[in-house]
């Protein structure tokens, strides 16, 4: 515990690398996965193959392979994150963090998209077809009549999606980011008999990140719900 008191500061800068790419992801995952649903209930039975194929490949992908894949094969592909190289203050948003967020990004994508699928499923079939009988095409149908109620029925599934991708982010930690994991990591190896204090502390705060999270996805839910 006095390891960590003493590394306040660095540990405290771990989360801060934790939560803001956790936050980013979330929005790329939400958008690409909203994309994902459309495409795979929409008319275009090429598009629906593809964004089936692509879910079904990276979902049941282990998400450290993925992270293996954009460090060390996308490379050679010609695909690399070098040119990334933003400073904000004492945070440096490098290749790392950049390989973080498209790899995350790409993997929670998927789980959003059958999250919202299944708020789509949940939507009568009327509603749809009322829609397109007054003439609304099927980008019209799916903005303005199916998702905004499919939205509704899916924040539990949706919102355990970003849960995960909450402790996903650790694996960043593996791949040169100074995230949460990677500090705890450096500080076990410095301070061998404190490794348990340690253990918890990093516990306890991976915690509130995720009860912060679980807190505003039940808030949405039971304003929604109420709506």
């Given at each position: ?130 829609a397109r009988a007054i ?83 039940l808030t949405l839910e ?6």
């Amino acid at each position: 515990m006095q390891a960590v008191l003493d590394n306040l500061d660095e540990v405290l800068k771990g989360f801060s690398y934790t939560i803001f790419l956790f936050l980013v992801c979330a929005v790329a995952s939400l958008v690409l996965g909203t994309i994902l649903v459309a495409m795979r209930v929409g008319p275009i039975a090429i598009l629906r193959s593809l964004a089936a194929v692509y879910v079904s490949v990276v979902r049941n992908t282990p998400l450290i392979l993925i992270f293996i894949f954009f460090h060390f094969a996308a490379p050679i592909l010609g695909i690399n994150f070098r040119w990334v190289q933003i400073h904000v203050g004492g945070f440096d948003f490098t290749s790392a963090f950049a390989t973080a967020f498209v790899a995350l990004s790409l993997y929670t994508a998927c789980f959003v998209c059958e999250g919202l699928r299944s708020g789509v499923n949940a939507v009568p079939l009327g509603q749809a077809e009322a829609a397109r009988a007054i003439g609304l095409p099927f980008g019209g149908v799916m903005t303005q009549v199916v998702l905004p109620q499919a939205i509704r029925a899916s924040v539990p599934p949706v919102a355990s999606a970003l849960i995960a991708m909450v402790k996903n982010t650790s694996v960043a930690g593996v791949f040169f980011l100074a995230e949460a994991l990677a500090v705890m990591r450096g500080l076990t190896n410095d301070n061998a008999s404190q490794r348990f204090g340690i253990f918890l502390c990093f516990a306890i705060g991976y915690i509130v990140i995720v009860e912060v999270v679980s807190l505003i996805s039940l808030t949405l839910e039971r304003r929604w719900r109420t709506a």
